[in-house]
């Protein structure tokens, strides 16, 4: 029996060496045989033994190609329709944005500093003639009622609307009207809140209580430490509101010191014991500082009180 050619191939090639040398009698042709049908049927192929890595990348490669065909299909869809779409409805959003954000009620909010005085226009076409060293704040939009907040103090000329109160609110008091001009006077620094009619009838409550009801040249002052009010006539609405002159009818000497630190950079000290006294009268803004004080010393006399330069911006009151 001949050997199989092709099952002594696929031997190592070592082992083939090996074999032809040894195996030369016909007999041994047979045993070989024999020999070789049981070690090819044990024996992996040359290129198995050499290729284990080939094989399994071979495998990997098939594996990939079944798990491609069997998943689905993705749908490739134009993006162009999409962005046409996107610049259609981006500028309608920004729109409905802007829209929505006008709509909502802002804050206007105006203030001054030492010597300035400032005319405001209201949203309602009412005009503010704003004092030194005061604050209003208001709604961009009044609803049913055109409510301001005052800080300091403001003369008002409100445009007349008996459907829409105008409501001028300090930290003390609320003054209600529907068409009139009218000065507050509401300085945290000052116990007492003053309120000054030129026009119209004015309403001045503090909370639910109603204080009393002001007609031309009427003033109220309040005062809040024992809750107080005083109803006088004040024959200087007439210099209002945006006269230079600063005037006053029985005001404290705080509160006419306060005046003057409002209209110039200057302070005054005031000692605890000065007596409580009230003045009326009137003072040009447009003097300084010095003749202002000279004029106050001359209606100091009479309580034995004099106002000293202590420096440039300081005077005491002794």
């Not at 047979?30 to 040359?46: K, M, Y």
């Not at 206007?108 to 209003?136: K, M």
């Not at 005046?259 to 009230?278: G, K, M, S, T, W």
Request: aromatic share 8%.
């Amino acid at each position: 029996m001949k050997p199989s050619h092709s099952r002594f191939r696929r031997l190592p090639a070592r082992l083939q060496r090996y074999l032809r040398s040894r195996l030369t009698s016909h007999h041994a042709e047979q045993q070989r045989e024999q020999w070789l049908d049981a070690l090819v049927a044990a024996t992996p192929d040359d290129d198995a033994l050499i290729n284990e890595e080939a094989d399994a990348a071979r495998r990997a490669r098939i594996l990939a190609g079944i798990h491609a065909r069997t998943q689905p299909v993705a749908r490739v869809r134009p993006l162009w329709p999409a962005l046409r779409m996107a610049a259609v409805l981006v500028p309608l959003l920004l729109l409905g944005a802007v829209a929505w954000w006008r709509s909502l009620p802002g804050e206007l909010h105006y203030a001054t500093g030492v010597g300035e005085q400032r005319e405001i226009v209201l949203p309602d076409s009412s005009h503010v003639w704003l004092r030194p060293r005061s604050e209003l704040t208001c709604a961009t939009r009044f609803g049913a009622v055109r409510a301001v907040q005052l800080c300091g103090e403001a003369f008002f000329a409100v445009t007349k609307n008996p459907r829409q109160p105008f409501v001028v609110r300090t930290g003390k008091v609320a003054v209600k009207v529907l068409g009139t001009s009218f000065l507050v006077k509401a300085y945290p620094q000052l116990p007492a809140t003053t309120v000054l009619v030129r026009t119209g009838r004015v309403q001045v409550a503090r909370q639910d209580t109603v204080l009393g009801v002001l007609y031309p040249h009427d003033q109220l002052v309040y005062t809040s430490h024992n809750q107080k009010y005083t109803l006088t006539h004040n024959e200087y609405t007439d210099a209002l509101p945006a006269s230079q002159l600063l005037t006053f009818a029985q005001a404290s000497l705080p509160e006419i010191l306060l005046l003057l630190e409002n209209y110039y950079p200057v302070q005054f000290q005031v000692r605890p014991e000065v007596p409580a006294i009230a003045f009326s009268g009137t003072l040009d803004s447009k003097l300084s500082a010095d003749q202002i004080t000279d004029v106050l010393n001359v209606l100091l006399q009479r309580h034995h009180l004099r106002i000293t330069k202590v420096s440039a911006t300081t005077y005491r009151v002794e």
